[in-house]
Antibody, heavy 117, light 107 residues
Framework: ELQLLESGGNLVQPGASLSLSCTAS????????MSWVRQAPGKGLEWVSG????????YYADSVKGRFTVSRDNSKRIVNLHMNNLTVEDTAMYYC??????????WGQGTLVTVSS | YVLTQPPSVSVAPRKTAILTCGGD??????VHWYQQKPGQAPLLVVF???DRPSGIPERFSGSNSGNTATLSISRVEVGDEADYYC???????????FGGGTKLTVL
């Protein structure tokens, strides 16, 4: 069974850094593009970052470009999102999603990031 | 690229709900739709404008033309109450884009 398990969410202060991980199982991670999508409390979905199969091609939303870095280790079946200089606007549930031909066909259950002083 | 969805739609049980997603010449894009129930992760319900993943009831259907993509849910059930999001790949900016979402209420 395909499964995506996010971890690393936490309560941090503004300006802090935090790393999230997504552990994949039930499919061949190296065959799939992966993305991070977030959802602020009571708000809609916002795509944050994507990484293609080999890991060399990455994409970022304008709201996080220059602060967030996505990476992957296919051998360990992990996709990471490193977040720097966090602001209160980054408070959200962060979902890992398996991308296929432009759509997000599978999602994890999310990990909560709260940025507050 | 901006996708515009009405914030809310209400429908009576067993009727058909029509959810729209507006965008500039969206008919030239490939549109996907997600259902999200409270406390749950999103679920893909329609992809490539009108295809359904396995396990999604035939009551869910999609279309896309001109400046509007549409998700139709026939014979609506109370269990269909959820937020629904449309999504495209914006190749001009190498971004994935979501609409703002529509809350479907079953009266």
């Amino acid at each position: 069974e395909l499964q995506l398990l996010e971890s690393g969410g936490n309560l941090v202060q503004p300006g802090a850094s935090l790393s999230l991980s997504c552990t994949a199982s039930g499919f061949t991670l190296s065959d799939s593009g992966m993305s991070w999508v977030r959802q602020a409390p009571g708000k809609g979905l916002e795509w944050v970052s994507g990484i293609l199969t080999g890991g060399k091609t990455t994409y970022y939303a304008d709201s996080v470009k220059g602060r967030f870095t996505v990476s992957r280790d296919n051998s360990k079946r992990i996709v990471n999102l490193h977040m720097n200089n966090l602001t209160v606007e980054d408070t959200a549930m962060y979902y890992c999603a398996k991308e296929d031909d432009g759509r997000f066909e599978s999602w994890g259950q999310g990990t909560l990031v709260t940025v507050s002083s | 690229y901006v996708l515009t969805q009405p914030p809310s739609v209400s429908v009576a049980p067993r009727k058909t709900a029509i959810l729209t997603c507006g965008g500039d010449n969206i008919g030239s894009q490939v549109v996907h739709w997600y259902q999200q129930k409270p406390g749950q992760a999103p679920l893909l319900v329609v992809f490539d404008d009108s295809d359904r993943p396995s396990g999604i009831p035939e009551r869910f259907s999609g279309s896309n033309s001109g400046n509007t993509a549409t998700l139709s849910i026939s014979r609506v059930e109370v269990g269909d109450e959820a937020d629904y999001y449309c999504q495209v790949w914006d190749s001009s900016n190498d971004h994935w884009v979501f609409g703002g979402g529509t809350k479907l209420t079953v009266l």
